[in-house]
């Protein structure tokens, strides 16, 4: 008698809408725009004239899986030090330029993957686009537009009283203008506002005006949970939308974790393949075993093993099965005791205490067996 497998089939990932079709520039190796994939960005918090601090941070943001990375040039002795950081960086290095235009023309000499200005801060800027634009071009260096709510040029403050979604856009696509007008189109654009609802209402209206790439940002967007609410909430409006290109979440935190964050977002919304999840019950009064410690134990444990694997830890019969049995592993649990479901399928059942060290010796060896490098746990 055969036995037939009850696990679920395995759907290719659905996407919520088609992604904006924009013009695509590369950042360093790093395409941009088109049909590349969404990138996640972050910033450096060293003083980058202090070379081995900034790349030794700038390794620990390529560990987390940062893929670009922009670092502050407010002096000259930050200019000076971006040629040795663009060229030990692992990732692409934008330098991030406020007020002095001469820095975006050490920015791009030093071979930097690209250039952040700030039309709102720059003092003279529209007279020095003309040689901005052709050293850019013939260096082959993107540069990105990006406007802030918090330093947006006098004139449009003027117009609108405050930094609303049409000053955001007027400010950005009048910069792409004076480029446009020398012939340069390796942009890329932000307009970042602390409000996601204005933040959103910004990008949507500037992803109808023009093709370029969209860098998406929610500036300011505060303390670690808060900041991560405020920028899941505005990316996951717009990505779902298939608008976006980079993002960066901007956190009064670590920049590693604004990596993290961002990539949990493109996982939640199948735009990267998902790594390790871990699907649990929030608990309630039909549970008959202690989830939330369960839960942590198991998070704990398998924390990076970043490897595509779904993990149900589940607390009752009602929900259980059906969770266990979607997810590549899970457990059931109920009166102190867990069936443990492997691809579908029962393949024990383990007291109460043991239910934890089962799941993660479980998920080690279906890692294994699907060809998964295991780092030590």
């Not at 996640?40 to 601090?53: I, R």
Request: charged letters at 25%; proline letters at 7%.
């Amino acid at each position: 008698m055969s036995v037939v497998g009850i696990g679920m089939p395995k759907p290719p990932p659905l996407e919520l809408a088609p992604r904006r079709r924009s013009r695509q520039i590369r950042v360093g190796d790093v395409p941009v725009g088109g049909d590349a994939p969404v990138t996640v960005q972050s910033m450096t918090t060293t003083v980058t004239a202090d070379v081995g601090s900034t790349l030794r941070q700038i390794a620990e943001l390529t560990a987390a899986g940062c893929q670009i990375v922009r670092v502050a040039c407010p002096s000259q002795d930050d200019a000076d030090a971006l040629a040795t950081i663009a060229r030990q960086s692992p990732i692409p290095v934008i330098a991030d330029i406020h007020f002095q235009p001469r820095y975006v023309f050490a920015a791009i000499a030093a071979g930097c993957g690209a250039v952040r200005v700030n039309p709102g801060n720059i003092k003279q800027f529209d007279d020095k686009v003309a040689e901005i634009a052709r050293a850019a071009a013939d260096a082959g260096v993107p540069i990105r537009i990006g406007v802030n709510a918090g330093s947006l040029d006098k004139r449009l403050l003027r117009k609108y009283g405050r930094a609303t979604p049409e000053a955001l856009v007027e400010s950005a696509l009048w910069e792409c203008s004076l480029f446009e007008e020398h012939g340069f189109r390796d942009i890329k654009i932000s307009v970042k506002h602390n409000d996601p609802v204005v933040m959103v209402s910004a990008y949507r209206m500037l992803a109808e005006r023009c093709d370029y790439p969209l860098h998406l940002g929610v500036t300011e967007a505060g303390p670690a949970f808060q900041g991560t609410i405020k920028s899941a909430v505005a990316f996951g409006a717009l990505l779902a939308e298939g608008i976006g290109d980079t993002i960066r979440v901007s956190l009064s935190a670590p920049p590693v974790e604004e990596v993290k964050v961002g990539l949990q977002i493109l996982e939640a919304l199948n735009l990267r393949e998902r790594g390790l999840e871990i699907v649990s019950c929030p608990s309630c009064g039909r549970a008959q075993v202690d989830v939330y410690k369960m839960a942590e134990e198991v998070t704990a444990a398998l924390d990076g093993m970043n490897v595509p694997l779904r993990v149900a830890v589940m607390g009752c019969v009602v929900n259980g099965p059906g969770e266990a049995r979607e997810a590549d592993l899970g457990v059931a649990s109920g009166n102190g005791k867990g069936q443990i479901f492997v691809e579908g399928r029962v393949v024990r059942t383990v007291a109460e205490p043991q239910i934890p060290e089962t799941l993660i010796e479980e998920a080690l060896k279906l890692a294994k067996q699907r060809g998964h490098e295991i780092p030590e746990i």
